[in-house]
């Protein structure tokens, strides 16, 4: 049965810094693995996918990585701004096309 | 080109009563799924629709939930009989296939039940 672990799952930063969120699954039997923001009282806006075939993604100062073999991603944001502030949810997509989700990483980024 | 439209954003029950939940899709997707958070949890995927027909349902409590994706309008996310437990926020994602597509997002619904 597929698991996806979201650790840190809360994180405190000063403005500007780079940090690096991670995402952990059991089975590297995935179709893909996107990574999603979800602000307060809001729905969720995707942000990378990456593709079981792929290695990176990247988007503005968004990368995000993918080791099948290890059942790992990372999201690397660089520059941090206070509005990157949210939670950061992980999903896997498995070979029942189900997406199964790590419990998120709420980030807050101080001024 | 409006998104996933999800009404109402907040729903307020007594335990017994009943919950609908709707989600409109984004034009043009024909793929419809509904996810529940529960408070400090992650999305846990619920069932998964097409137009007229229900493809995965492995994620939906047996008893009292139930869901529709009719030929013509929303789709409805029904809950009977409604108890605390069912307190969440419950989002709609659409998508144009089934395949590694990415998906869209509603805002979600948050039930509250008193």
């Known amino acids: 049965k597929q698991e996806v672990t979201q650790i840190p799952a809360a994180l405190s930063v000063p403005e500007g810094e780079n940090l690096v969120l991670n995402c952990s699954f059991t089975?590297?039997?995935?179709?893909?693995l996107q990574w999603f923001r979800q602000d307060p009282g809001k729905g969720l806006t995707s942000l990378l996918l990456?593709?079981?075939s792929q290695r990176e993604q990247t988007s503005g100062r968004l990368n995000a990585s993918l080791d099948k073999s290890s059942g790992r991603s990372t999201l690397y944001i660089a520059a941090s701004q206070p509005g990157d502030s949210a939670t950061y949810l992980c999903?896997?997509?498995?070979?029942?096309?189900?997406?199964?989700w790590g419990a998120g990483t709420k980030l807050i980024i101080k001024p | 080109n409006a998104g996933v439209m999800q009404n109402p954003r907040h729903l307020v029950r007594r335990r017994g009563q009943e919950a609908r939940l709707r989600c409109s899709p984004m034009?043009?997707?024909?793929?419809v799924y509904w996810y529940r958070q529960l408070p400090e949890e992650g999305l846990k995927f619920m069932v998964y629709?097409?137009?007229?027909?229900?493809?995965?349902e492995s994620g939906m409590p047996k008893e009292r939930f139930s869901a529709e994706f009719p030929k013509e309008g929303p789709s409805i996310l029904r809950i009977q009989q409604v108890v605390r437990g069912d307190s969440a926020a419950y989002f709609c994602?659409?998508?144009?296939?089934?395949?590694?597509?990415?998906?869209?997002f509603g805002e979600g619904s948050r039930l509250t039940v008193l």
């Open positions: 999903a896997v997509e498995d070979s029942n096309y189900q997406l199964i």
């Open positions: 034009k043009g997707h024909s793929h």
């Open positions: 629709l097409q137009k007229e027909n229900i493809i995965d």
């Open positions: 089975d590297s039997a995935i179709y893909n």
């Open positions: 990456i593709q079981s």
């Open positions: 994602a659409s998508s144009p296939a089934q395949v590694t597509g990415e998906l869209f």
